[in-house]
Every structure is written in C-alpha cells, then in structure tokens.
C-alpha cells in the first residue's frame, strides 16, 4: 500500500494550490471593491461640465476648438448664448440656466463674458471654479468700461474723450418697451486688430467681423450689482499678452484681486480662437481640483 501515499500527497497538495488561488482570487476581488480604507470602492467621479460663456463682438461657435478638445478628453460641455443687453439681465439669464444642470460646475467666460459669470455664480454651489479667459472680473460696483479705462493699452480707441470708442460702429435700435437702445459694433477695419491683434489671416478675421455679436451700450456701462463670486469660488486667470481690447495691465490686476492662479499666453483678446489647446488645458487644470 505504500505505493499510494504519494499519491494522496500529490492530492492533497493540488486541493491545497486551489486553495490558496481561491483565497487569492477573493483577495483581489475585495481590494478591487474597496478603498485604501477597506471600505467598498464607489465609481470613480464623474467630470464636472464645462459652461463656456462667450462675451461681446463673438458667439458660442468662438469655443468650437475649446468645446472639442474638452469633448475628446471627456468633459460634459455647454455654451449658452450670452444675450448682451445688461450686465444684470445676462447674469441672471445664465443662472437661470446653470439651475438646469447637475452636478459640479467648471464655469469659464471670455471678455464681458467674465463679467457675466461673475454674478452669475454667485450663490450656486454647484460651480466649483471660476475661469478668466482674458476676462472681466468686475467687483461691485465697478463697469466693464471702469476696468478698460483705468490701464492703457487698449485699442478701442484712440480718443478718450469720444462718446463712443472709436473702433466702434453704434446702431440704435427699437427696444421692446418702446426705447431706444444702442448696440455696438466693432468696426470691420478694426475687427483684426483690436479683437485679433493681427493674428490671424484677413479673410478669418473678415468672416469673424461679419459674424460678430454686438453689445449694449447698456451692458457695457452698467455697474456689476452682485457680490462677486471669485470672493468665494477658486479661480483661475489667462492673461492674454497680446491683448488690444483689454490691456494686458488689467487683466493682471483682476487676476491678483481674484487671488486666481494665472498664466499668461502670447495671444490676442480672441485667445480662445487662436490657442485654444492654452484654454482648454487651464479649465482642465481647474477642473482637476473640483474631484
């Protein structure tokens, strides 16, 4: 019968093997179900979405290449239109339409644009971070026009005591009560180098200009009436250098009073049109924080 014995210890060593890769398989299959802590692992969380709010003399096509960088590295991604008839209407327009969305909030504006989501943010504690695209980023009382107006650079205009910016075309119009308002253009000579600084070619900057929204009158002189949200949301600021709308020393100061982590980029004041690979990895860099 000694002959057997192997045997049975050949069987008892291969029950033993199955054994241990048993345990070792539920080992494995609960570290993968459970945190550093040994508590259940939940799904991983999920992006944040990205509004994109487009400001004065653009429009929601000016984030396409934003938009689709985002898309690919997958975000969630909005742009509402932006109305452009007061600084107080338009925040609460978009407001309006932050409530409409769940979950965390990356909220990013571009020129007045800045203005706007600097109200509008306030009090939503969905958005979990504020980025300046060469923005506005008005405190309280203070006008989009104040903050152009208090550093030199700009080419708006090459007269500080016109009635309006040079570079601009005014159009009045019939407003709904019966008024009249003025809407402002910025002339198509001008388009490609205050809204471009030259930067690209005639013909885009052409098509740009043809296409462009304009703003109020209204809008561009009102006062900022909300506490600003960059007092208790982290922001985050592109400072565009080659700026010719907003000077460069603006968006700087803003920046600093916001307490916002900033970068700086050798493009114009559509920075988001030519480099829209700097934008898009600043919002992701913003977003990575709200995780």
């Known amino acids: 019968m000694s002959h057997r014995r192997p045997v049975r210890r050949v069987r008892l060593a291969v029950v033993g093997a199955v054994g241990l890769a048993l345990a070792a398989g539920l080992a494995t299959t609960a570290s993968a179900t459970q945190d550093g802590h040994g508590k259940p692992a939940g799904k991983p969380a999920p992006k944040p979405t990205v509004v994109l709010v487009h400001g004065a003399w653009a429009d929601s096509a000016g984030w396409t290449g934003v938009a689709k960088r985002l898309q690919a590295d997958g975000y969630p991604v909005a742009a509402p239109a932006t109305p452009l008839r007061g600084l107080g209407s338009d925040a609460a327009y978009l407001a309006d339409y932050l409530k409409t969305i769940k979950g965390p909030v990356v909220l990013v504006g571009h020129s007045y644009g800045g203005a706007v989501i600097t109200g509008a943010a306030t009090g939503n504690d969905n ?126 100061f803003m920046a600093a009073r916001a307490h916002a982590r900033t970068i700086e980029v050798d493009g114009p004041h559509a920075v988001h049109v030519t480099d829209p690979g700097a934008v898009t990895r600043l919002i992701e860099k913003a977003a990575a924080t709200t995780r």
């Not at 309280?140 to 700009?154: H, T």
């Not at 709904?176 to 402002?184: K, M, Q, R």
């Open 127 to 252: 958005v979990k971070a504020l980025v300046y695209v060469a923005a506005f980023a008005p405190d309280k009382g203070e006008s989009i026009a104040d903050l152009v107006g208090r550093f030199p650079g700009s080419h708006l205009s090459d007269d500080p005591n016109a009635p309006v910016p040079t570079a601009l075309n005014a159009v009045p119009f019939t407003q709904a009560d019966g008024g009249t308002g003025v809407d402002l253009y910025i002339k198509p000579d001008k388009f490609r180098d205050v809204f471009l600084s030259n930067r690209v070619s005639r013909s885009k900057a052409a098509a740009l200009a043809a296409t462009q929204r304009p703003i109020t009158a209204q809008a561009v002189g009102e006062p900022s009436a909300e506490a600003p949200a960059w007092k208790t949301i982290p922001s985050w600021y592109l400072v565009a250098r080659a700026d010719r709308t907003i000077p460069p020393a603006a968006e700087r």
